[in-house]
């Protein structure tokens, strides 16, 4: 059972467009979530989270929006760069569970000249 | 500061082997996690710890997976007679505190029982 999940496996964007990831999550416990970014032979790198008192987080380009009632959390990039194209993975974790993360199966962006 | 490292990057073993797989947390950091990502997937959660000991292990697959941290440090994930299918990349994380919410990963060790 896929507790979160990121439908689109890939993701092309022209560079200086807006890039939006989507996730969907099913487990009403989840109450923070974060996004990783991968690239190639490398472990995720943390990129930006949220909490489920908030509806919106920015930093910088990136921008991560909440909507508990649909659980669905949507990542915005930008303007996109070429040095943005990797995978990116939605991540969340329940109260109490001291940071246990369940992960998506990742959305591949590229980023176009 | 140095981060997360991970030891060996790859490894190539046959089927019942043994295997050992380090992880080197961010100092300081006293939580440490591992996941293992197999092709297509994303990470999948195994087992935690909390300084030396484990605080949950709900992950680990079955029992010829297991892992120590004896000095709360330095952690090593431990793989009996291993089988194909344990083939996979194995991540190790770590965070300041239980409870801190992000993690930071290492490169991963890449595993291919043959």
């Known amino acids: 059972d896929q507790q979160v999940k990121q439908n689109s496996p890939s993701l092309s964007v022209q560079e200086g467009r807006i890039s939006i990831l989507n996730c969907d999550y099913t487990n009403s416990m989840f109450d923070y979530f974060l996004w990783y970014k991968k690239y190639p032979a490398e472990g995720p790198t943390f990129l930006i989270s949220?909490?489920?008192?908030?509806d919106k987080n920015e930093d910088g380009r990136f921008t991560v929006f909440l909507n508990k009632s649909a659980k669905h959390l949507s990542l915005h990039i930008v303007p996109s760069q070429p040095g943005d194209s990797a995978v990116y993975f939605c991540?969340?974790?329940?109260?109490?569970?001291?940071?246990?993360?369940?992960f998506g199966t990742g959305t591949r962006l590229q980023v176009t000249l | 500061g140095a981060g997360v490292s991970q030891t060996p990057s790859n490894k190539v073993t046959e089927k019942g082997k043994y295997v050992e797989l380090r992880c080197d947390p961010i100092?300081?950091?006293?939580?440490l996690y591992w996941y293992r990502q197999s092709l297509g997937q994303g990470p999948e959660f195994l087992i935690y710890?909390?300084?030396?000991?484990?605080?949950?292990d709900s992950g680990l697959p079955n029992d010829r997976f297991f892992a120590v941290r004896p000095e709360g440090s330095v952690s090593t994930l431990k793989i009996q007679r291993t089988e194909r299918g344990d083939s996979a990349v194995y991540l190790c994380a770590s965070s300041l505190n239980a409870g801190e919410e992000t993690q930071y990963f290492g490169p991963g060790t890449r595993l291919l029982v043959l």
């Open positions: 991540a969340a974790s329940e109260a109490g569970t001291a940071s246990k993360l369940t």
């Open positions: 710890f909390q300084g030396t000991g484990a605080a949950d």
């Open positions: 100092s300081g950091h006293t939580a």
């Open positions: 949220i909490s489920s008192i908030k």
